[in-house]
C-alpha cells in the first residue's frame, strides 16, 4: 500500500486546514487508518484513528476540534483540523494498519507540513 497525504499548509491561529491520504490499493478491509503528528524535534505521536467498523479515537489535545473520516469509494483518509493552535505545527503522516496491530506498524504516507503561526 502507498500513501500520499497532502493538505498542509500555513495557517494562522483558529484556522482550519483538512489533510488528504490517498492510497494506492482499497482501504476498506484495512483494519485501522490514523494520523500521526511529528512536532519539531518531537516523537511522532498518533493523533486519531479510525478502524473499519467506523470508530475513531482522538487524542485529548484534539478532541472537539479534529476529525477523522474516510471514503472508501476514492480510497482516501482525511483529517478535517479546526481552531488550529501553535502546538498542532509539525509534519502529520498518514497510516495504514492492516491487522490492527497497533504501535505505528503498517504503512505510512510521505507526511506532510502544517505550520500554525500565533
Known amino acids: 500500500v502507498q500513501l500520499q497525504a497532502s493538505g498542509g499548509g500555513w495557517v494562522q491561529s483558529g484556522g482550519s486546514l483538512r489533510l488528504s491520504c490517498e492510497a494506492s490499493?482499497?482501504?476498506?478491509?484495512?483494519?485501522?487508518m490514523a494520523w500521526y503528528h511529528q512536532a519539531p524535534g518531537k516523537t511522532r505521536d498518533l493523533v486519531a484513528s479510525l478502524n473499519s467498523g467506523g470508530g475513531t479515537r482522538y487524542v485529548d489535545s484534539v478532541k472537539g476540534r479534529f476529525t477523522i473520516s474516510k471514503d472508501n469509494a476514492r480510497n482516501t483518509l482525511y483529517l478535517q483540523m479546526n481552531d488550529l493552535k501553535s502546538e498542532d505545527t509539525g509534519v502529520y503522516y498518514c497510516?495504514?494498519?492492516?491487522?490492527?496491530?497497533?504501535?505505528?506498524?503498517?504503512?505510512w504516507g510521505q507526511g506532510t507540513q502544517v505550520t500554525v503561526s500565533s
Open positions: 497510516n495504514a494498519d492492516p491487522y490492527g496491530l497497533g504501535n505505528g506498524v503498517g504503512y
Open positions: 490499493t482499497s482501504i476498506f478491509s484495512i483494519n485501522t
